[in-house]
């Protein structure tokens, strides 16, 4: 590396991204479906995308959440923005910071900073914003991650559009941390927000969407930045993440067209949408690790022999094939392809060695898995519970909500924990702070003099193939010592209809939701709306109708079955003699209201307000809900 230039950007064009991850009374086909002011001569502008995901948001203020890693922390990319970002190659994609450069021997780093920008609320995106977050970061009275930031001594401004990164060694790390959109100190938020203390729950950043209500942990909302830094980005209007919890009911939504998106991990849905020619599927190939920590503070797991019994008992294969149906990797470690380890130490699938271990410790053991209370977590809490019973070890599932989950762990109150290793490009912080006995985010409480000295050399190693001996050791290690069990390698996937373009187009990470548009002409979800409306009222639209006139020669044309094949899913409407129209959408129990008649017109109204008039063996008119609007056309369905 040349110390006197700046780190090689990949481009100058940046992204936005996300991990990681949404029925009006019809969905029709829409001739002139649009919000009244919505128009433009770019045909990707536009619209509202409905995002499924499982778990909802807990916060955005790393202080206040309190966690380095919160399941949504890809979904900060839409509001909030690091300085950098990575493509998979490993190169520097500038954001908020343009360029990066070494000096003094790598122990200190030039940032120059983007000009120009603004956040949400007004104020100026400049060094005194990054300074006043890294200074709350590296505050280990503030923010209990600081350990593993040691190698940061101080960050300096030198002018409005330039930085220095103080550290206390060349730390090889260092562009990772700072570019590593899974940790949620590298977003930037404003420093007007964090001080009214409001930016938790009501973000401000810099990003090409701005927060625009947080629904009762169900809907959190977006609205496109019209001021947003990068040229001609977002495409979208708005964006809607609804929280679905049960992996079925989220992939019926998309089915249905009440979701435009949804990220799933269960196999058989993600190999029924493989073959949906209405869906696309896009799998994510990453590394990390789905695991169990056990806490080695408390009995029988400070005993190393039930630690390993446990894990020669563990069938990591089970987990892969019936937990996941075989769309996640086996693995031995974190690390992917980033390094390959010889002679791991993997404690294999061994009962017989497990019932061993079990006899030389010569006591009764019961004991009790903390999983999500998902479908996901109680099939791993069951699976468990099995391979622990050939065992003679006696497991109980508890099924748990994110947040309690979250809680009993970092306060080391379990035994046994369904947890995750995210994704990084460089796993010296992730397991420093996983395994070193001094670090916050050592969860299973583990503590090895021999560790914490293999933690504390890769810290500053900085050729590369010795550094990678030692992560290696340390992978070895963990596996012979095991405060952690391996249920499988990270691969998540993304569902999308058809309709929706440029999912994964970008360098970098792989949700890129600024670059998303919807390919259609028309690009409303009427379906998705009334979910995210319920409780709004329609707005009628304008029926006088002082003299009926001949309502029985237009009830002989509108009675019997109409189709339309609208945004999302296939609706029918059933005019009959009594005077009401059942109506009915895949996927949806459907309803019946009344409807009238003004010759030439039909009325009715639910939660939108519809008036047809038969035209040439067809239904023509218009339909409104609330500040929308829009033409409607069905055809008979014969």
Aim: with cysteine.
């Amino acid at each position: 590396m040349n110390k006197n230039n700046p780190i090689r950007i990949y481009s100058n064009q940046p992204y936005s991204f996300l991990i990681i991850f949404f029925a009006v009374l019809t969905t029709i086909f829409f001739t002139g479906c649009s919000r009244k002011d919505m128009s433009s001569e770019n045909t990707k502008v536009g619209g509202v995308l409905y995002f499924g995901i499982e778990v909802p948001f807990h916060g955005f203020d790393i202080v206040e959440t309190g966690t380095l890693n919160p399941p949504t922390a890809p979904l900060n990319n839409l509001i909030q923005e690091p300085l950098f970002r990575k493509d998979r190659s490993g190169n520097l994609i500038p954001v908020l910071g343009l360029s990066a450069t070494p000096l003094a021997n790598e122990t200190i780093w030039e940032i120059k900073l983007r000009k120009g920008v603004f956040f949400h609320d007004g104020t100026p995106f400049n060094a005194d914003a990054v300074i006043y977050h890294w200074e709350r970061i590296l505050d280990p009275e503030k923010f209990r991650g600081r350990r593993i930031l040691k190698p940061i001594r101080s960050v300096e401004k030198v002018n409005d559009d330039v930085i220095h990164f103080h550290l206390e060694h060349p730390w090889p790390p260092f562009l990772n941390v700072i570019s590593n959109e899974l940790l949620l100190f590298v977003f930037i938020p404003s420093p007007k927000a964090v001080e009214a203390g409001t930016h938790d729950k009501k973000p401000v950043g810099t990003g090409p969407f701005k927060y625009h209500k947080w629904g009762s942990g169900d809907h959190f909302v977006v609205l496109k930045n019209e001021n947003y830094w990068q040229t001609g980005k977002p495409w979208l209007n708005k964006i809607v993440f609804r929280t679905i919890p049960d992996p079925q009911t989220r992939y019926a939504s998309l089915v249905s067209g009440e979701i435009d998106v949804i990220s799933i991990d269960r196999g058989h849905l993600i190999h029924k949408a493989e073959n949906d020619p209405e869906l696309t599927v896009y799998p994510s190939q990453v590394n990390g690790a789905e695991i169990i920590l056990m806490n080695t503070t408390k009995p029988p797991f400070d005993d190393i022999r039930v630690r390993r019994a446990l894990a020669f008992a563990n069938s990591q294969e089970h987990h892969v094939k019936m937990v996941y149906g075989n769309t996640v990797p086996l693995v031995h470690h974190p690390f992917g392809q980033l390094y390959t380890c010889a002679d791991d130490d993997y404690p294999e699938y061994d009962p017989e060695k497990a019932k061993q271990l079990m006899a030389d410790y010569g006591k009764p053991v019961e004991i009790e898995l903390l999983h999500s209370n998902t479908s996901r977590g109680r099939s791993i809490g069951e699976l468990q519970q099995q391979l622990y019973k050939e065992i003679g070890v006696r497991l109980k599932p508890v099924g748990l909500s994110p947040v309690p989950h979250m809680m009993k762990v970092v306060q080391k109150d379990y035994q046994l924990a369904t947890w995750r290793i995210p994704p990084s490009g460089d796993y010296g912080p992730s397991l420093y702070a996983r395994f070193h006995s001094q670090s916050p985010a050592n969860f299973p409480g583990y503590s090895n003099s021999e560790m914490d000295n293999l933690l504390e050399m890769q810290r500053i190693e900085t050729d590369p193939a010795k550094r990678a001996a030692l992560l290696c050791q340390i992978a070895r290690k963990v596996n012979r010592d095991v405060p952690i069990l391996y249920r499988g390698g990270r691969r998540y996937h993304i569902i999308t209809r058809k309709k929706i373009r440029d999912m994964m187009d970008s360098p970098g990470f792989n949700i890129d939701l600024a670059s998303v548009w919807i390919d259609e002409v028309v690009k409303f979800n009427m379906a998705a709306l009334e979910i995210e409306q319920e409780a709004v009222a329609a707005t009628a639209v304008a029926f006088d109708c002082p003299d009926p006139g001949d309502v029985d020669s237009v009830k002989a044309a509108i009675l019997g079955a109409w189709k339309a094949k609208g945004i999302g899913a296939t609706t029918t409407m059933r005019f009959k003699a009594d005077d009401t129209v059942d109506l009915q959408r895949t996927g949806w129990t459907g309803r019946t209201v009344p409807y009238r008649i003004c010759s030439p017109n039909v009325y009715f109204q639910g939660r939108t307000s519809v008036v047809l008039s038969p035209v040439a063996g067809r239904l023509e008119g218009h339909w409104k809900m609330g500040e929308y609007e829009g033409d409607i056309v069905l055809e008979r369905d014969e």
